[in-house]
């Protein structure tokens, strides 16, 4: 898949794994001899992306001389008789999943890199599932009035388990940027539209740094993906417009996080802070049809 933060990214991603298919998310930011590596690596018999990004893919499939078909999805009508309209997907009859163990693999995503060159990472349904959970139930308590930012790159691990595969496992919603634009986020959130913000620290500087005002709605903000520079969690804490309720620190492998809420929420939301263990029997009935929406 080579998708931008748009509609076109869930549909796909989603329609792939319930036919069983393994999907491969790729950097938009991948040049095309890069896309073709990965192509020829993985074996790949259909590349698929948003008319952003079909020029690219088209020179990576003829690099890659693997045979792969590409399949363009389009969020608005298109005479290209190789492109699909979203429309015409949602109207497609349902058809149900096809059955397959727990651990049967789901995803091949791309490490960092930060210890050596990047490694790709087979991960299987099963732990889609248990790590979507875990971060909808212990770590953010998400539910179906949340609306989380999805500024986070799909492609990655962190925008599409702890954004995207979180949100529809809890029922919440999701808004897509489709490009980092510090203004157009700081709109979103000083309009109350977003309730859960989750970046990386560079994206939360810029937006301490944009603006004054207060984000009315939002009430837990998590980072990762890099060490979190000292002051930004009390920069962060003042756009609240009111004092923090709660402050924790997470670590995973090779990066930190930590989340902030309003007393309000925390109040109301308290029982939802308890560790919980997660299984796919339990996890898996919560699961709501994904609310997305996209900005420019």
């Given amino acids: 898949m080579?998708?931008?933060?748009?509609?076109?990214?869930?549909?796909?991603?989603?329609?792939?794994?319930?036919?069983?298919?393994v999907v491969a998310p790729l950097s938009t930011s991948s040049p095309p001899a890069e896309v073709a590596r990965v192509l020829h690596a993985v074996a790949a018999r259909v590349l698929a992306c948003d008319p952003e990004h079909a020029g690219a893919a088209a020179v990576a499939l003829e690099q890659s001389r693997t045979g792969a078909r590409l399949l363009v999805v389009s969020e608005t009508?298109?005479?290209?008789?190789?492109?699909?309209?979203?429309?015409?997907?949602?109207?497609?009859?349902?058809?149900?999943?096809?059955?397959?163990?727990?651990?049967?693999?789901?995803?091949?995503?791309?490490?960092?890199?930060?210890?050596?060159?990047p490694r790709r990472a087979l991960h299987s349904h099963a732990g889609l599932l248990l790590n979507a959970g875990a971060v909808a139930t212990e770590m953010i308590g998400l539910g179906a009035d949340d609306v989380q930012l999805g500024a986070l790159p799909l492609a990655h691990s962190f925008g599409m388990s702890a954004v995207l595969n979180a949100s529809l496992l809890a029922g919440a919603a999701v808004v897509l940027t489709r490009r980092p634009d510090v203004a157009a986020i700081e709109r979103l959130l000083a309009a109350?539209?977003?309730?859960?913000?989750?970046?990386?620290?560079?994206?939360?500087?810029?937006?301490?740094?944009?603006?004054?005002?207060?984000?009315?709605?939002?009430?837990?903000?998590?980072?990762?993906?890099?060490?979190?520079?000292?002051?930004?969690?009390?920069?962060?804490h003042r756009r609240f417009g009111r004092p923090a309720a709660a402050s924790r620190g997470t670590w995973g492998p090779r990066c930190a996080g930590w989340w902030c809420a309003s007393p309000a929420v925390a109040t109301r939301e308290s029982s939802r802070w308890r560790r919980r263990r997660c299984s796919s029997a339990t996890t898996a009935t919560r699961a709501r049809p994904p609310r997305c929406s996209a900005t420019a």
């Avoid at 301490?208 to 962060?236: K, N």
């Fill in 192 to 236: 109350g539209e977003v309730t859960v913000v989750q970046a990386v620290p560079t994206l939360f500087a810029r937006l301490a740094d944009a603006s004054s005002a207060p984000w009315p709605r939002v009430r837990t903000c998590v980072v990762s993906g890099a060490p979190l520079p000292h002051g930004l969690p009390e920069r962060i």
């Fill in 2 to 21: 080579l998708c931008g933060n748009g509609l076109a990214f869930p549909p796909l991603y989603y329609g792939a794994l319930l036919a069983g298919c």
């Fill in 77 to 117: 009508a298109s005479a290209d008789p190789g492109t699909v309209d979203l429309a015409a997907l949602v109207e497609h009859p349902r058809v149900d999943p096809r059955p397959l163990p727990p651990g049967a693999p789901a995803v091949i995503l791309s490490t960092s890199g930060t210890t050596g060159t």
